[in-house]
């Protein structure tokens, strides 16, 4: 069967079995529960206006960054931002990637050696199973959602295949985007200090609601 009628044949089968999905576009009245604006920034006139002047006053184009960083794409605007993210967040450093997605496939995907082990958490996000699926480390696992118990054993687990000199990734999310509940980071660092172990934690927004310019991960671990 030739592609085109083949595909034609799967497409009618998924339209009987209502499976097809379509482009809409919103009203913009209506009332938003589906997007990643969760701020309402998109629609921001401040954040606009602002944008748009430095368009204007910025000396050079910063409407393209005509391409990777690391080879002719790289500016002083890009590292002026790279910068201000690192001071905003009180980190040492800080390096912008396209999308949050892409920050976690880049770190699994380049940080955790052979003999290292990761353990992701079993809701975490598909850009860290991405980057896990294309990492180095020779041992991949998951614990319950959420469970210290369960990370507890995991870790055990892990520690007897690979030994104490080897590294473990510990992968979660500040804040699950599908279930909209916490990770308890506080209680994740203290159960991974006696470990040579490392916390990775997706956080795609800031707590506004007791200090703007402190993560959420900051917030519950900087006691430990």
Do not use: W
């Not at 913009?28 to 969760?38: I, K, L, Q, T, Y």
């Not at 430095?54 to 184009?61: A, C, D, E």
């Not at 967040?89 to 699994?108: C, K, P, R, Y």
């Amino acid at each position: 069967m030739p592609l085109k009628e083949q595909l034609e044949s799967i497409l009618e089968r998924r339209k009987k079995r209502d499976l097809c999905r379509y482009l809409v576009v919103a009203s913009p009245s209506s009332a938003d529960f589906s997007s990643n604006d969760f701020l309402g920034l998109s629609r921001n006139k401040i954040l606009n206006d602002k944008y748009l002047n430095t368009l204007i006053t910025f000396p050079h184009s910063i409407l393209g960054s005509t391409g990777s960083r690391l080879l002719d794409g790289n500016s002083s605007y890009a590292e002026s931002l790279d910068t201000f993210l690192a001071e905003f967040h009180n980190a040492e450093s800080a390096l912008m990637f396209t999308s949050g997605f892409d920050a976690n496939v880049g770190f699994f995907s380049s940080v955790p050696q052979p003999g290292d082990a990761i353990i992701i958490d079993e809701f975490v996000h598909a850009s860290v199973h991405d980057g896990v699926r294309a990492s180095r480390a020779s041992l991949v696992t998951s614990f319950k959602h959420n469970d210290i118990e369960n990370l507890k054993l995991v870790l055990e687990n892990v520690i007897r295949k690979i030994g104490t000199k080897s590294n473990i990734f510990v992968a979660v999310e500040s804040l699950y985007s599908m279930d909209g509940d916490f990770s308890p980071l506080k209680e994740i660092v203290e159960t991974l200090n006696p470990f040579n172990a490392y916390l990775f934690v997706d956080e795609a927004g800031i707590d506004l609601k007791n200090n703007y310019k402190m993560s959420v991960a900051k917030k519950k671990t900087r006691q430990i």
